[in-house]
Every structure is written in structure tokens, then in C-alpha cells.
């Protein structure tokens, strides 16, 4: 399911796990640690895809609410709906981030048209994982926290994709820095 070491930080015993990306890995991974350390309460530090102007490169963003919307058959009925959100847990911490709508796909949000969508649905960030973890949290009674850092977006055009990784790549260590000197540090 993953890579995972136990250490003590701030005084607490913790498991640090990496399950790899996607939804089933993520899920399965959750599901996993809960039954082996009976863990009551989880952290996910990640990062996400903007898809709302509101968000800027290395902002920290903890979602007020997850929305898995790879089962919406959007020719049928693209809209989501508020039914289908899921509340995250928001933690009490000095530290500026932005909050609103994080959407998990298993696909990573690289086009515009997707872009597009999320933008009109309210959806602030893409990643590939969150919202099944929260599923999984709220059915073993597991408190669940996603705290992400955005690293990128689609950029409209023909090298948009290159420009994106390049753009991933670049935010991606100094975001996972921030969050786990930082946000973890305040969290724990």
C-alpha cells in the first residue's frame, strides 16, 4: 500500500505514510493504516491544481469541503451538486492559507476545458485523491484533515502541458517545504 516510517514529532508518535498518487492507491492506503495503527486522526499534506483565479502559485489551501466528481456523467448532468460534498475538518491554526472546494479526480487537471468545468462548478483546486480519503476517514470515525499546497494549473495552448510540469516541478518541493515545516508543525 505504500511506504511509511514511525518517528516522534512535537512529542507525538506518528506514521509518516506515502501511498502514491490516484484514488484507489490513496483509499486502500487509508484503509490500510487504520486498520494497522489504529490511527484516530489523519493528515493529508499534498499538493493541488488551481482552477479558480483566487488561488496563486504555493498558496496553502485547506478545503472547507471535498468533492469527488469523476462519477458525474456530465453529459447527462454535469452540475454538482451540494449533496455530494464533504465536509473537511478545518484546524485552529495562525498560519494564512485559503479555503473552498477541493475536486478529486484520478486524472490530473491539465486541460483547459477541465479547467473550465471546475471553474463553473465552484471548484477552487484539483487533486487526485482527497476526497476518497475523506470517505474512508468518515467511515472508520477517523478525524481527517486536507491541508494542499497548489503548484500548478492548466495553461491554455499548445506547450500549456510542458509549461505546466515545468511549473509543478519548480513549486513542488518549495510547497511540500512549507507544509511540513510549517503546517504540520502547527497542526500537531
Known sequence: YGEY????????????????SRKTMASGSVQYMIDKFDIKELYVLGTASASSELLSYQDIFIPEY???YDFIIR???????????IKNNI????????????GSSDRALVTWKD???LASQNVDASDMESAP????CNLNNVKCTIIKGV????IKGKDGFDEQVDVYEYNLKIVMKNLIENYLSEVI
Open 5 to 20: 516510517y514511525r518517528t516522534t514529532f512535537h512529542n507525538k508518535n506518528i506514521v509518516f505514510f506515502r501511498s502514491g
Open 91 to 102: 484546524p485552529n491554526i495562525s498560519l494564512d492559507y485559503k479555503t473552498g472546494i477541493l
Open 115 to 117: 479547467l473550465t468545468y
Open 66 to 68: 471535498v468533492v469527488d
Open 133 to 136: 480519503i475523506l470517505k474512508i
Open 151 to 154: 503548484t500548478d494549473k492548466p
Open 75 to 85: 453529459d447527462i448532468d454535469d452540475e454538482i451538486k451540494e449533496e455530494y460534498l
